[in-house]
């Protein structure tokens, strides 16, 4: 599909399920070779076999600096970043008025994404796009996730601003927004499966398509954003969420 892809280096976290892995697959499809980072492999293994050249998987945390230093050195030997997404994210329900949700899970979903980026800045290649990933939630409002709608909006917001930061050094910044992926992060939501049946039902019923967007169609506009292709776009946000938010 993008022919440029072809050997330039992406680094993505998150990278062992759902988004980080579709995003892993394409870039691995057209021809790019991916590190990949996430705290367990996961479904990555069926990956490596078919990709053993072009794809290198590390364990590591995005809350733990000596973990992202790691992602730095194995990086450096690689050579140039051309593409960086920071994807890795949890979702936890809380209450809103308890400041340690926003604490946990803004530590992986904004200081984690941030604290890649900080990594491997200086690895960057002249031009690297990277593409961090949000949520449909900043445009609107579900209750239990506050904590979590506000550490992406945070990041949304954070990631806007490095665009003009960062865009002299030829770094540009954008922001996906997925709407509600099949993925198992609405399993670790903390629902009982009966609520989270209801829940699904429930946002089924917004969806213009009539179900959850597949993560390969999330994967498919990160890599739009990574590429040339969308070099006119500085700290945009990508809202793909099925309609969701139009309603
Ligand atoms: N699915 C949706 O409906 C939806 C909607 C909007 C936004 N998003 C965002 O999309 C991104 C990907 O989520 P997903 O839906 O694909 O969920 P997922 O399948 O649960 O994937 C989350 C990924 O993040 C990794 N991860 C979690 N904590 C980590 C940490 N501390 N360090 C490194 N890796 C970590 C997980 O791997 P390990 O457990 O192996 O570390 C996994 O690979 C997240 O940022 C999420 O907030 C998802």
């Not at 988004?19 to 990956?47: F, P, Q, Y």
């Not at 904590?147 to 954070?158: E, G, N, Q, T």
């Amino acid at each position: 599909m993008f022919r440029e892809f072809e050997d330039r280096l992406a680094v993505v976290t998150g990278a062992s399920s759902g988004i980080g892995l579709a995003t892993t697959r394409r870039l691995l499809e057209n021809g790019a070779r991916v590190l990949a980072m996430s705290r367990t492999m996961g479904d990555l293994d069926s990956l490596r076999s078919q990709y053993a050249t072009k794809l290198k998987c590390m364990k590591g945390d995005v809350t733990k600096s000596e973990d992202l230093q790691t992602l730095s050195d194995l990086a450096r030997q690689l050579g140039q970043i051309d593409y960086l997404v920071p994807n890795a994210g949890i979702a936890r329900l809380a209450n809103g008025m308890e400041p340690s949700a926003f604490e946990h899970q803004w530590a992986v979903n904004g200081a984690g994404a941030l604290n890649t980026l900080s990594a491997v800045r200086e690895q960057l290649a002249k031009p690297a796009s990277v593409v961090f990933i949000g949520t449909f939630l900043s445009q609107i409002t579900f209750p239990g996730l506050a904590a979590y709608i506000a550490s992406k909006s945070a990041l949304k917001a954070h990631a806007k601003t490095l665009a003009v930061e960062l865009a002299p050094q030829g770094i540009r910044i954008n922001l996906v927004s997925p709407g509600p992926t099949a993925t198992a992060i609405w399993s670790s939501l903390g629902l009982p499966a009966d609520q989270l049946s209801d829940v699904a039902g429930q946002v089924n019923k917004r969806l213009l398509s009539g179900c959850f967007l597949d993560p390969a169609a999330v994967a498919d506009t990160v890599l739009f954003l990574l590429s040339s292709a969308s070099r006119g776009l500085y700290g945009q946000d990508l809202i793909v969420d099925n309609g969701y938010t139009l309603q």
